[in-house]
């Protein structure tokens, strides 16, 4: 199970990261998000959605959707770290487990660019 | 005010050179409410320095629908009258988020400045590098500067340190709602604009309940069969211009919204690429983010192709310039080439024309669209439908769109979110003070 | 404890080369705890005799070698010393590795405990997954790492929670045969749905299972607690009340102290520069903070030494200094030791410049692992400086008026 996103039908108002940030810090807060609109580029109008999950980083965009490993040595060869100390901060996807909307970010937005696949 | 708020209000002293903070009293806000409520009372207050006063609503980046609005307050160039012009787009909620929650600006700096506002810090930083520069390249030195992409920005262009009645001060790159000559205001105080950014965190007293209430909200606002639209061509084929859509979309690249506001009210035209790339474009500068309705349809009715006012939109965004009164002045000017109207842009010096009562920006849309708000009275509905917003901090052109964002329901979630105890009276009450 | 009932022991607190960022740890336990004097000492200020009068030395996590390296013979000796003469040792993870037997350079220096661990071999298993995390050469040998994440003990011994069991994470740390005189405390006792494993199960549990997870040993009138796992970690409120208990019935068992507490001889004093220096590091935290958030969602990293990190770490640093800034600005006073003002200063202001030229380096596709190596060592050493500051304004306040300073925002309420 995990979290589909359709870029096309995104609209780029950060309501998921909002509803995600919700759920780490329980208040209205960004800081948190593990779902986030793409808004580097504004003036080219480049768009997307980021999303954070174990070892990896989905990039949804809106020709397709980019998988990039995260947290992994990029040459296998070279001897890497064995004990790796997790951060606690803007942690991975959980599809909100604890909440009682389900993925909140599912839930929140407005144009239903966001699903469960199963 | 412990919760929806940064408890904070900032007073920059631009001619002294410093900053002060006070702390946003809970009876303020049951008395003044938020945004434009409590900006015209600490207007009132410093009204011996004119001040330049910037508020978030009470709602204002909070998980209800399109809180997406904060509100500048200054004494209009042009209409003599103490206005609120909306903060759109995502600019309106970082300065919540950056730790404030009104900035009081008095005094003159005697060299050109910005305001950093980060985090809860406010620092008068230097402008001399950018003074003279047009909106585009300011924000981009900001951001890198900052080394930030996010960095949010209301910017002045040359129109604006020229001190024009037709300078606008713009968000990020972009022409915004005003149409009060606030960038003129900018301008004579050598204030470049302001920089925004910050990871703050609000709490809200009842969250469960908030979210809750608003997520009912939201189940009804979508319901609405404007819901299946996007952009600006539906918007203005609901105004009864019918066919400004099809006009429109040769150039359109996609849609975006304010923030969590459900419809994208905001349409990218691109101008020197494909409006059909999906991919990346390598254009650094592809087009132009538009959002000022009534002006398009001003530069359609001078019997511009879209990309024309596009690319005049884009020059207006650039020199700070109002696009309505660049399209005011082409009319009286006669142009109707895009070569004379992008000429005119960078030479605009008279504001467009007031509708209503000088107060709320036209550039929001002065009827409903889409919805049906059952108002007799349209020129009084749409005031009193401004000012709400205005308090609260509803994107302006959604509050217009949208009947199911009733003042009940701000009330409500104010009240939950708060813990206050605001009423209908109450209300009114800053309303009427307000609303001119 | 007695003649300081409100601060806590004198605890310090390893932040120095060799330290990954669960140093951090402890620092948020201790003042869960109401534990107010502690010390940061880089290995610099331990082979310098910075142990002298604490009652406790807390080492976290990272790299046992680097670490070992870094305290060199000086440190060895002074680390000895500091036990023998009633000192208690915690080291959870690389903390634990470090005073075990070894004939290997440098760890040899530090031959203290008598235990050797289990997840030792010469020929290495096929890894699962992670292969990155999965092992470390050790010699001819391999250390490597079965599971990572949560897995559960049972206390072991004679005392009143004897059979109980509580769950900690483990990253790295390691399974333990105890001989002579250490004595077990706790053995690892099972898995749990949150165990990742890195080899097959079967290896796993004849590797750990069964094995000590938690040793004490005395040595002269001191002891020397090892924690495979990081007990110190905020999120095992069990595993946490563990290690608290332990220094507490270390600290009953010792003698009054008639020490001052260390704020005190740091000679930390309130200062009127205090405010304008806590605003301005705030400024310069802020400012860091910012680029640091804007290169979470990117997929970089940088290998530092054995070491891969990843942007989020920045905001480990910078977070945790962060969330004590807001009781800072309401202390009546801000305390510090002359002269650190204008270092900590110096580094933050330098952690902004060196994020700033990463993120511009990062946006033209050049590496930035030169500045990413500088930043880690400045964010390092501003911690210390700042969390300094920051406890020794706390106890200070602590002692002349327990009431007036409030609870920190954040994980630590």
Redesign the interface.
Same mark, same amino acid.
């Given at each position: 199970m995990g979290i589909k996103i359709d870029a !096309?039908k995104c609209?780029?108002? /950060? +309501?998921c990261e /909002? +509803?995600c940030g919700?759920h780490r810090?329980?208040? =209205? #807060? =960004? &800081?948190s998000a593990c779902i986030?609109p793409y808004? $580097?580029?504004? *003036?080219?109008? %480049? =768009?997307g959605v !980021?999303l *954070?999950e174990e070892d990896s !980083?989905v990039v949804a965009?809106?020709?397709g959707t980019e998988i990039?490993?995260?947290?992994?040595? #990029?040459d296998?060869d *070279?001897? $890497?770290? #064995?004990? #790796? *100390?997790? /951060? &606690? &901060?803007?942690e991975a996807c959980d599809l909100c487990e604890d909440m009682k %909307?389900g993925p909140m970010c599912v839930?929140?937005c407005?144009?239903d660019a966001i699903s469960v696949a199963e | 005010m412990e919760y929806l708020s940064n408890d904070k209000i900032l007073v920059v002293d631009l001619a002294k050179g410093d900053v002060e903070e006070e702390e946003l009293s809970e009876e303020l806000v049951a008395e003044r409410i938020g945004g434009a409520g409590v900006n015209a009372r600490l207007y009132k207050e410093y009204a011996d320095d004119d001040p330049i006063v910037l508020g978030v609503g009470l709602l204002t980046g909070s998980m209800y629908p399109a809180s997406a609005a904060s509100v500048l307050t200054a004494k209009s160039p042009v209409t003599g009258k103490l206005c609120h012009c909306p903060v759109t787009l995502k600019v309106g909620i970082e300065i919540k988020y950056a730790g404030f929650d009104y900035i009081v600006i008095k005094g003159r700096s005697d060299k050109p400045v910005y305001l950093w506002i980060h985090d809860g810090v406010a620092d008068i930083a230097d402008a001399a590098d950018v003074w003279g520069k047009d909106v585009w390249e300011t924000t981009d030195a900001w951001r890198k500067g900052v080394g930030d992409d996010l960095l949010q920005t209301m910017v002045i262009g040359p129109a604006g340190e020229k001190g024009l009645d037709c300078a606008q001060v713009c968000y990020n790159y972009w022409t915004g709602p005003d149409r009060f000559g606030i960038g003129k205001l900018f301008g004579q105080r050598n204030l470049k604009g302001m920089a925004f950014r910050g990871m703050g965190l609000l709490e809200a007293a009842e969250p469960e309940d908030f979210v809750d209430e608003a997520f009912e909200l939201l189940e009804a606002v979508k319901g609405n069969a404007f819901m299946s639209k996007k952009g600006l061509g539906p918007i203005c084929a609901a105004l009864g211009e019918a066919d400004a859509e099809e006009w429109l979309s040769p150039v359109v690249h996609r849609h975006s919204a304010d923030y969590f506001t459900p419809y994208a009210t905001n349409t990218f035209a691109f101008i020197d690429e494909d409006p059909a790339a999906v991919t990346e474009t390598a254009k650094p500068e592809p087009g132009v983010l538009i959002s000022d309705i009534p002006a398009l349809l001003a530069f359609k009715k001078l019997g511009l192709s879209a990309l024309d006012a596009a690319k005049a939109m884009q020059a207006c965004a650039r020199q700070g310039v109002d696009p309505m009164a660049a399209a005011t002045a082409g009319e009286k000017g006669g142009k109707t080439s895009i070569d004379d109207i992008l000429s005119q842009v960078a030479a605009t010096t008279e504001p467009a024309a007031m509708e209503g009562n000088g107060v709320f920006s036209p550039w929001c849309p002065r009827k409903p669209i889409f919805g049906d708000f059952g108002a007799s009275d349209t020129d009084a509905w749409w005031e009193r439908r401004q000012a709400v917003a205005a308090i609260f901090g509803i994107q302006p052109v959604f509050a217009v769109m949208c009947p199911q964002l009733t003042e009940e329901s701000m009330i409500s979630l104010s009240n939950i979110g708060g813990e206050l105890e605001l009423d209908q009276e109450t209300l009114d009450t800053v309303i009427g003070d307000i609303a001119g | 404890m007695e003649n300081r009932p409100f601060i806590g022991p004198s605890l310090g607190i390893y932040t120095g080369t060799g330290a990954s960022h669960s140093w951090l740890w402890f620092v948020d336990l201790f003042e869960k705890a109401g534990f107010f004097d502690l010390t940061f000492l880089d290995e610099i200020d331990v082979r310098r005799g910075g142990l002298d009068g604490l009652d406790g030395f807390a080492t976290a996590g990272g790299d046992t070698f680097a670490l070992a390296e870094a305290l060199g013979p000086r440190g060895a000796e002074q680390l000895a010393r500091f036990v023998e003469n009633g000192g208690i040792y915690l080291g959870s993870c690389a903390g634990a590795y470090l005073p075990m037997r070894s004939s290997k350079i440098p760890l040899d220096q530090f031959n203290f405990v008598d235990v050797r661990i289990t997840n030792l071999t010469s020929a290495l298993p096929t890894p699962q997954r992670m292969a990155g995390k999965f092992c470390t050469a050790y010699g001819c040998r391999f250390v490597f790492h079965p599971v990572r994440e949560t897995v559960t003990l049972v206390i072991d011994g004679k005392s009143p929670a004897a059979g109980s069991l509580i769950d900690a994470p483990l990253y790295g740390g390691p399974g333990m045969i105890a001989a002579g005189d250490a004595q077990v405390l706790a053995n690892y006792q099972g898995f749990t749905d949150k165990t990742l494993f890195l080899t097959d199960r079967r290896l796993a549990e004849k590797t750990l299972i069964g094995t000590a997870a938690a040793v004490r040993q005395e040595k002269g009138r001191g002891v020397f607690y090892l924690f495979g796992p990081h007990f110190e970690h905020p999120r095992y409120p069990e595993a946490n009340r563990f290690l608290l208990d332990a220094i507490k019935e270390e600290m009953d068992r010792k003698p009054v102290g008639t020490e001052k507490p260390t704020f005190w001889r740091r000679n930390a004093r309130p200062s009127k520069a205090g405010k304008a220096l806590v605003r301005d590091v705030k400024r310069e935290l802020s400012n860091a903070r910012i680029v640091a958030a804007g290169l979470e969602m990117l997929p970089l990293q940088w290998r530092i030494g054995e070491k891969i990190y990843e942007p989020t770490k920045i905001r480990v640093f910078l977070d945790s200094l962060w969330r004590r800034i807001r009781p800072l600005e309401k202390a009546d006073h801000v305390h510090f030791t002359p002269g650190c003002d204008a270092k900590m200063l110096r580094l933050a202001l330098e952690i902004t410049e060196t994020i700033r030229t990463m993120k511009h380096r990062i946006d033209e596709n050049l590496d930035a692992t030169p500045q990413a190596k500088e930043l880690f060592h400045r964010l390092q050493g501003l911690s210390k400086a700042f969390l300094q500051l920051y406890f020794d304004t706390r106890a200070a306040e602590a002692m002349s008026d327990f009431a007036s300073f409030t609870p920190i925002p954040g994980e630590l309420n």
């Open positions: !096309l609209t780029n108002c /950060m +309501a /909002m +509803a919700y810090d329980d208040g =209205f #807060a =960004f &800081l986030v808004r $580097a580029r504004e *003036k080219k109008d %480049y =768009f !980021l *954070k !980083l965009r809106p020709e990039n490993r995260i947290g992994e040595e #990029a296998p *070279k001897e $890497a770290d #064995a004990s #790796a *100390k997790p /951060m &606690l &901060l803007r %909307y839930k929140i407005p144009v | - | -």
